[in-house]
């Protein structure tokens, strides 16, 4: 199953990548950051992303969409 990572600007679709495309692999990022710090429930890795976003402005929502895992939806205010 190939798991792919979507970000959506305001509702439009501006990436769409799998997570294969990662420089680290998620285990690695997990192992290493948890060597550092106690990760919790609930607490969220940024890694940075591809390019194609685009500009954000006040008002617009951000949201990554993994399939089979769910959504992270915040506002820029």
Known sequence: ????VK??????????YPVSDIVFPPTQ???L?????TLMPGDVIACGTSIGVGSMK??????????GIGTLSNSYE
Not at 7 to 16: C, D, P
Not at 33 to 37: A, E, F, G, V
Not at 58 to 67: F, K, M, N, W
């Open 1 to 4: 199953m190939t798991v792919s």
């Open 7 to 16: 970000t959506m600007l305001s509702g439009k679709e501006r990436q769409n």
């Open 29 to 31: 990022l997990v192992s």
């Open 33 to 37: 950051i948890s060597q550092d710090m």
């Open 58 to 67: 006040p008002g617009s929502t951000v949201e990554i969409v993994i399939d």
